[in-house]
C-alpha cells in the first residue's frame, strides 16, 4: 500500500528551526513529485513547497527563503527543513505525492497524503 | 500570485439538495484544477482534477466544470458522508495555491 508517514514536528519557540521527515512506501521518492501542504488551527489547507523529481524545488511565498525540502533517495525520505519560524507557521504539515500526466493538458493531483506531523510555535 | 476564491464560506443544506460551490481565480489558469474534500478530522482525499475529470473511486454526484478562471464543483445529491470542507487548488504554475474553503453541513 502506497503511504507517507510524517514525523518531527513539535513544540518550539518563535526563531527556531525544526526537520520534518517524511517516510515513503511502496513508490519511489526518487522519481516522484511529492509535496507539503499545511493546515493551521481551525483554517484552510496551505500549499507549501514541492520537488520534482529531477531536484528542482519551488516554496510558497510565506516560506521562501527559510524552509527548505529536500529527500534523501536511499532512505526513501523527503524533508522539509524549517527556520526562523513564527507563529504564524503553526499548523499541522502534511506530505502528499503528486500524480502527473497528460490528458490534452498536464495534470497535477495530490493522491496520497500522511496523516500529518503538528508543529507549535510559540514562547 | 494567482488567487482563488471560494464561495460560499459555509452552506447548509438538505440531503439530497443539488449543492453548487464556485472557484474563481483572478487570472485565466486553464483547466489547471483540482478538488479536495476533506471530512471532520481527516485527510484531505482527491475528488477531481484537470477541472472536471472524476478520479478513481469518487462517486458521480460529484462532478467539477469550468476553464479559465470560472469553476464549479457540485454535488448532485447531498448525502450525509459529504460533510466537510471543500478546497480547490490551482497547479498551473508554482507556487500552487488551494481556495479558502468551503464548510458543507446538512441542514
Excluded at chain 2, 469553476?71 to 450525509?80: D, E
Aim: charged share 15%; aromatic share 12%; net charge neutral.
Amino acid at each position: 500500500e502506497v503511504q507517507l508517514v510524517e514525523s518531527g514536528g513539535g513544540l518550539v519557540q518563535p526563531g527556531g528551526s525544526l526537520r520534518l521527515s517524511c517516510v515513503a512506501s511502496e513508490f519511489n521518492v526518487s522519481s516522484s513529485y511529492v509535496t507539503w501542504v499545511r493546515q493551521a488551527p481551525g483554517k484552510g489547507l496551505e500549499w507549501v513547497s514541492i520537488i520534482y523529481s529531477g531536484g528542482f524545488t519551488y516554496y510558497a511565498d510565506s516560506v521562501e527563503g527559510r524552509f527548505t525540502v529536500s529527500r534523501d533517495n536511499s532512505k526513501n525520505t523527503l524533508y522539509l527543513q524549517m527556520n526562523s519560524l513564527t507563529t504564524e507557521d503553526t499548523a499541522v504539515y502534511y506530505c502528499a505525492r503528486v500524480i502527473r500526466g497528460v490528458k490534452i493538458y498536464f495534470y497535477y493531483y495530490m493522491d496520497v497524503w500522511g496523516k500529518g506531523t503538528t508543529v507549535t510555535v510559540s514562547s | 500570485d494567482i488567487q482563488m476564491t471560494q464561495s460560499p464560506s459555509s452552506l447548509s443544506a438538505s440531503v439530497g439538495d443539488r449543492v453548487t460551490i464556485t472557484c474563481r481565480a483572478s487570472q485565466g489558469i486553464g483547466n489547471y484544477l483540482a478538488w479536495y474534500q476533506q471530512r471532520p478530522g481527516k485527510v484531505p482525499n482527491l475528488l477531481i482534477y484537470a477541472a472536471s475529470t472524476l478520479h478513481s473511486g469518487v462517486p458521480s454526484r460529484f462532478s467539477g466544470s469550468g476553464s479559465g478562471t470560472h469553476f464549479t464543483l457540485t454535488i448532485s445529491s447531498l448525502q450525509p458522508e459529504d460533510v466537510g470542507s471543500y478546497y480547490c487548488q490551482r497547479y498551473d504554475s508554482t507556487p500552487w495555491t488551494f481556495g479558502h474553503g468551503t464548510k458543507v453541513e446538512i441542514k
